[in-house]
């Protein structure tokens, strides 16, 4: 009988505590730069360090493209070659799903970087329109580098990454686009008070030191 009332209100009790779990908010940093910032490299460092699941736009676009029945492979590879944004129809449902589906594998990873995104004003609003009140966007975290730098790093990468912009011609573009539409955004959330720049122009440890601060702190 007592053991009895004692197992129900342990159930209830870890019941509930799912019930919590289950309901945290995604609590997100994004994560902006121009092309070979070294966004994905910090990420990766910071997932080493702290309890982020990281998340790269831009992979998961990569990995749209090439599943086999996509809908979207064509026009995602010619969007990533012409250095363009893919309507965010396609990327917040990626996004979505895979945060979702890291939440659903295990309750206590609701922190995520989300590295790439958002990148012109359809991002942002498509991630208004569908996270809007789901997510908090705690900040953005905004590795800055000279436009001649990104270019040297990602020709240096495009040697072995074997991705198809990687290339001068299409770098040209994404730092085009990077500038007329990524750089607005990111001017947005700084009015908010919501950037943290890093200055990513030097050595990868370097940087990490900045980054660490960063999140010591806020992260
Ligand atoms: N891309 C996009 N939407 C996103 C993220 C990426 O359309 O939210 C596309 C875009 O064409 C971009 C390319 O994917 O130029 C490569 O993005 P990635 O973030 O991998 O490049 P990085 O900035 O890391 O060099
Ligand atoms: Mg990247």
Sequence with gaps: MIAG???SSREKVSSALRGIALAMKPQV????GG???GKGTQCARIVQNYSYTHLSAGDLLREERSRTGSEFGQLIDSYIKEGKIVPVEITINLLRKAMEETMKADENKFRFLI???PRNQDNLQGW?????GKADVKFVLFFDCSNEVCIDRC?????SSGRTDDNRESLEKRIQTYLQSTRPIIE????QGKVRCIDASRDV??????VKKVLDKEG
């Design 155 to 159: 020709l240096e990468r495009g040697k």
């Design 29 to 32: 940093v994004f994560v902006l």
């Design 5 to 7: 009332l004692i197992r």
């Design 188 to 191: 947005q959330y700084e009015q």
């Design 35 to 37: 092309p070979g910032a």
């Design 115 to 117: 590295d790439g995104f």
């Design 205 to 210: 440890d370097e940087v990490f030191a900045d």
């Design 128 to 132: 208004t329109t569908v996270m809007d």
